[in-house]
């Protein structure tokens, strides 16, 4: 079975600061995803990747960059947090057919 | 552009009552269709799934058909349990030409099942 984890589950932060999301996958799947899930939206899409170094935006790209420098890893990053930005975010991977598979979330406050 | 819509919630009902939560699509192309199920605090789990027109998807008692003459997948359940009381989310995934699987989901349906 594919399994994610996600880092930070919660944090609080500050508007301004910067802030990193980490999503881990314990196996060698190709593509990987960030959404964003906000009341009355859905999940949104923010970025995703493809292969190590090999990512693309998606719908809600603008105040979010990512990188992947291992299979394993794909980080999200709030250069300068905003209270927009307040959300659960969910990692995600492709697995066939494009099913997804997802992480636990982790839930941003930006004060 | 592709898009899903989905009956808006919350959808409250009884214990042991028919459910149905519709779901239709526009997409261009042959999506695959899926429902996903987001229990409180959790994140989104694969419900069931149809790649193709007319197949029947289905898990815990749930169904849904890939009806492609009007472009819907609704969600059905003969007999709701007050485990089931979660957020249904439905989406489609095309691949495009670059081999990638874009998925759209809808903005989910709250089901809230009371004893």
């Known amino acids: 079975d594919a399994g994610i984890t996600q880092s930070p589950r919660h944090k609080v932060t500050e508007t301004g600061t910067p802030v990193t999301l980490r999503c881990h996958q314990t196996?060698?799947?190709?593509?990987m995803y960030w959404y964003r899930q906000d009341p009355g939206h859905g999940l949104r899409l923010i970025h995703y990747?493809?292969?190590?170094?090999?990512?693309d935006k998606g719908e809600v790209s603008d105040g979010y960059s990512v990188s992947r420098s291992k299979t394993e890893d794909f980080l999200l990053t709030l250069e300068s947090a905003t209270s927009s930005q307040t959300s659960v975010y969910f990692c995600?991977?492709?697995?066939?057919?494009?099913?997804?598979?997802f992480g636990e979330g982790s839930r941003l406050t930006v004060l | 552009g592709n898009s899903v819509t989905q009956m808006e919630g919350p959808v409250t009902l009884s214990e042991e009552a028919f459910l149905t939560i519709n779901c239709t699509y526009t997409?261009?192309?042959?999506?695959?269709l899926f429902w996903y199920v987001q229990y409180p605090g959790e994140g989104l789990q694969l419900l069931l799934k149809?790649?193709?027109?007319?197949d029947k998807g289905s898990n815990k008692g749930f169904e849904a058909t890939y009806r492609k003459e009007t472009t819907s997948f609704h969600l059905e359940k003969g007999s709701v349990q007050v485990s089931d009381s979660a957020v249904y989310f439905c989406?489609?995934?095309?691949?495009?030409?670059?081999?990638?699987?874009?998925?759209?989901f809808g903005t989910g349906t709250k089901l809230q099942v009371i004893p």
């Open positions: 995600a991977i492709s697995l066939r057919n494009g099913e997804l598979f």
């Open positions: 196996e060698n799947h190709r593509y």
């Open positions: 990747s493809y292969g190590v170094k090999d990512t």
């Open positions: 997409a261009t192309g042959y999506p695959s």
């Open positions: 149809a790649t193709k027109a007319d």
């Open positions: 989406a489609l995934a095309l691949m495009n030409s670059g081999g990638y699987q874009k998925v759209t």
